[in-house]
């Protein structure tokens, strides 16, 4: 299990390149198991954990694994109360959950980024500039050398991990607007925003595509180059939640998350895997 101290010292040590299996190889540690595998929480994470039960469940048709969102805090607070097995998170545990007997494992890393739609022509964003936005105090695109627009704004709810890092590593902890519009996931944000031309919202690095546009900040362009680096500062880990050690089912799927096959899956989904 990867310590959850020295941040630092994580993005140094990232898996980057991980030869051996194709993504759908090697589940035969699957093969003397059976039953139902429940997963919740985090939404940055269900692309992986969708890719790796596909993989297992094509294996083996006596396994059956269920995947919902949520949210970190309903990850963190289902896992505790023994409704899942695995709790996503995409911040680590608070003292609270840790408490209640949860263990994490750390196995990604994430860049969160500020998004907007592609018709938006500004091109980049100081951080003050963002802290500005969500505050309220600039309302309009056109003093951010955009379009004569109303600025729209999108946040999550408190249950999510990616609005934990953002407001934590970019706002300071500032409050945000009450004006704002939530938000239930990465994939909602992402859809809201590329539907409104005015909007301006965040989400996961591996969620962008070409349906929003990502302008740098401070003069970066989020990407898992500049997460990996530290020249990106937005990070934070992706983690598995579980109540006590693992055993059987579900520590062969944290297992196999760690696997060759595991890392393919996210580094295709936009993530950058860690050691475990």
Known sequence: MQSLSGFKRILLCLLLAIP??????????????????NIAGGTAHIPVMKQAAKAIMTGNSEIRITIAGGGSGVGAQQVAKGLADIGNTGRPLKPGEAQQGLISFPFAIDGVAVI????????????????????GNITNWKALGGEDRSINLFTRDEAS???????????NNSPVATSANVVPSNGAMKTAVARDPGAIGYSSVGYIDQMVKAPALDNVQPSNEACASGQYPVVRQLYMNTKGQPQGLTKAFIDYIYSPSGAEFIRAAGYIPVKQ
Not at 116 to 135: E, H, K, M, T, W
Not at 161 to 170: A, E, I, M, N, P
């Open 161 to 171: 991990g990616t609005r934990s890092v953002f407001v934590k590593k970019l706002l």
């Open 116 to 135: 907007i739609n592609p018709q938006n022509p500004v091109q980049q964003l100081s951080s003050q500039q963002v802290r500005d936005i969500y505050a």
């Open 20 to 37: 051996g299996l194709s993504a759908n190889a090697d589940t035969s540690s699957f093969q003397s198991q059976s039953g139902t595998l």
